[in-house]
C-alpha cells in the first residue's frame, strides 16, 4: 500500500482508533495501565466536569469509575482548581519543605485514633512498600501474611497470589504463594504467608505456622479483587489478636477504602492497627500516598535517630501540588459529605438489587461505603474463590460492561463502580436503568 493509500485508510478510522495505532508504535500495549484498555481501543477523554467525562469523539459518560476510586469530588471542582491553581503560580516542587504538608498531614491523623504519626509518598503502591518495610525494620523479621487474592499493588511481596486460579491456589487449609509476575524470585513467595478471607479458624492455623517470622499481616478491610466483601469483624479481630501475641504488626490497606468512612474503614472495627496505608483520594485528584500509624512504630523512619532502620525519601513526597489538592478536597470530604455519599450509595445498591429481582437473571450486590459491585452469581460470595470468575462468567461481565459504556456509563472493568458527592439521584436512576437492560439483554 502507498503512503497515500494509507492515509486515506487512516482517515476511515475514529480519532481515537488513530490515536491507539499511534499509542501502540511506542507504549507496550498502547498504554501506560492496563486498566484503560477496551477492545477495539481504549477511550480517550477530551474533559471533565463533575461526574461527567467526554471523550475526543463527542460522547459522554457518567463516571462511576472516578479514576479507579481515586475522585472523592468528581472532575475539576471549582475549589480544588482554584487551591491547586494558587499553588501552580508559586511553585509546584521544592528542596524546601512547606507547612502545607504539616497541615494536611495534621488534618488526617485527626481523622483516625490510629493515625498517631504519618509520612506522604506517591502512590498506594509506595505507601504499601513502606508499610512493608517499617514492619520488618520495627520487628526484625521478613516475612508477611496477606490475603489471598487481595490486590496491594505492584510490589513484589504486595501482589503475590492476586492472580491465583483453581490450577495453582492449592487446598484452603493451606494457600499456595503464586507469583504474578514471571520471574519473581522464589524468595519473595516463600517470605509470603497467604491466607483465607474471612476465615479466622484456617487464618489463624497457617499463620502458627510461622509465628516467629511474620514481621506483619497486611489486610484491606474493604478488597475488591477478593469481591469487594467487607471484612468480618471476627476476622479483623483474630489478625488483631495473633499480631499482639506475637509480636508482629497489623497493618491496613486502605488505599481504597479510607473513602468508606471519615476515618477509614477501620472506624468499623474495635482494633486499632498499627500501620495503615493511603492513597487514591486523599490526593484531591493527583498521584499521593501516605504511611501513616503507631508513633513507635514510624519512629524506624526518623532520620534523628542514632540507628535510622529503615531509610526513607523521595524527590515528590509531598510536593505543595498534591498537599493542596489533598488537604482542600479532604477537608470539604468532611463528616456530612461522607454520609450524604454513603446514603446515596445505600440508595444505589438498594435501586440495583430491585433490578435484579425484576431481571431474573442471577446477580447480586456487593459494596460498603461509596462503593459497589455487580456480580452475576446467585450469591454473595464470601472470598476470593467465591469471587473468582469462569471463562462464560467473564464473557457475560464483558457484555454486560459493554452495554453499561455502551450507554453512556463508565465503570471499573470488574464491573465495580465507586460514586463522587457530584453524584445526585439522577445519575443512579440512570444507572439503575442501564443496569436492568442490561440484564434483560444477557438473559435473551
Avoid at 467526554?54 to 462511576?64: E, H, S, T, V
Wanted: with cysteine; net charge neutral; glycine share 8%.
Amino acid at each position: 500500500m502507498t503512503a497515500k493509500l494509507k492515509g486515506q485508510a487512516n482517515q476511515t478510522l475514529s480519532r481515537q482508533a488513530q490515536l491507539y495505532q499511534r499509542a501502540q508504535q511506542v507504549m507496550p500495549g498502547g498504554c501506560s495501565r492496563n486498566t484503560i484498555l477496551r477492545e477495539p481501543h481504549p477511550i480517550y477523554a477530551k474533559s471533565a466536569s463533575g461526574c461527567y467525562i467526554q471523550d475526543i469523539d463527542g460522547n459522554r459518560y457518567i463516571d462511576f469509575a472516578n479514576n479507579m476510586a481515586a475522585l472523592i469530588h468528581g472532575h475539576a471542582h471549582p475549589v480544588i482548581t482554584e487551591a491547586v491553581s494558587a499553588q501552580l503560580r508559586k511553585g509546584s516542587a521544592f528542596t524546601f519543605a512547606t507547612e502545607v504538608e504539616i497541615e494536611f498531614a495534621e488534618h488526617l491523623c485527626s481523622r483516625s485514633y490510629s493515625l498517631e504519626n504519618l509520612r506522604f509518598v506517591n502512590s498506594g503502591t509506595e505507601a504499601v512498600m513502606s508499610a512493608i518495610k517499617a514492619a520488618r525494620a520495627y520487628t526484625g523479621k521478613s516475612k508477611i501474611a496477606k490475603v489471598e487474592g487481595a490486590y496491594h499493588g505492584l510490589y513484589d511481596y504486595a501482589e503475590v497470589s492476586q492472580t491465583a486460579n483453581p490450577s495453582n491456589w492449592g487446598g484452603s487449609d493451606n494457600p499456595h504463594s503464586i507469583a504474578v509476575a514471571h520471574g519473581t524470585p522464589r524468595g519473595v513467595l516463600s517470605d509470603v504467608i497467604v491466607i483465607p478471607f474471612n476465615d479466622p479458624a484456617r487464618a489463624i492455623q497457617i499463620l502458627d505456622r510461622h509465628a516467629s517470622d511474620i514481621a506483619g499481616v497486611l489486610v484491606d478491610p474493604l478488597p475488591h479483587r477478593v469481591g469487594l466483601i467487607p471484612a468480618s469483624e471476627p476476622f479483623i479481630q483474630a489478625l488483631r489478636d495473633w499480631t499482639t501475641k506475637n509480636a508482629s504488626l497489623l497493618m491496613f490497606d486502605e488505599v481504597i477504602t479510607f473513602r468508606t468512612e471519615y476515618g477509614g474503614a477501620q472506624t468499623r472495627y474495635g482494633v486499632k492497627p498499627d500501620l495503615t496505608a493511603m492513597g487514591k483520594m486523599i490526593g484531591g485528584g493527583f498521584p499521593v500516598g501516605a504511611i501513616a500509624g503507631n508513633k513507635s512504630v514510624m519512629q524506624v523512619m526518623n532520620p534523628l535517630n542514632d540507628a535510622v532502620l529503615f531509610p526513607h525519601s523521595g524527590t515528590f513526597s509531598a510536593n505543595p501540588i498534591t498537599m493542596t489538592a489533598g488537604l482542600t478536597a479532604m477537608r470539604l470530604f468532611d463528616r456530612h459529605a461522607v454520609a450524604q455519599l454513603n446514603a446515596l450509595t445505600a440508595t444505589l445498591k438498594e435501586q440495583l438489587n430491585q433490578a435484579i429481582a425484576i431481571s431474573g437473571v442471577p446477580a447480586c450486590v456487593t459494596g460498603e461505603g461509596s462503593m459497589f459491585r455487580v456480580h452475576l452469581k446467585p450469591q454473595v460470595p464470601n472470598n476470593y474463590r467465591d469471587t473468582y470468575t469462569t471463562g462464560e462468567e467473564n464473557a457475560r461481565r464483558t457484555a454486560l460492561l459493554d452495554h453499561f459504556f455502551a450507554n453512556g456509563i463508565a465503570l471499573i472493568n470488574t464491573c465495580s463502580g465507586t460514586l463522587s458527592t457530584a453524584h445526585g439521584q439522577k445519575e443512579i436512576d440512570r444507572f439503575s436503568e442501564v443496569l436492568l437492560s442490561g440484564l434483560r439483554k444477557l438473559a435473551q
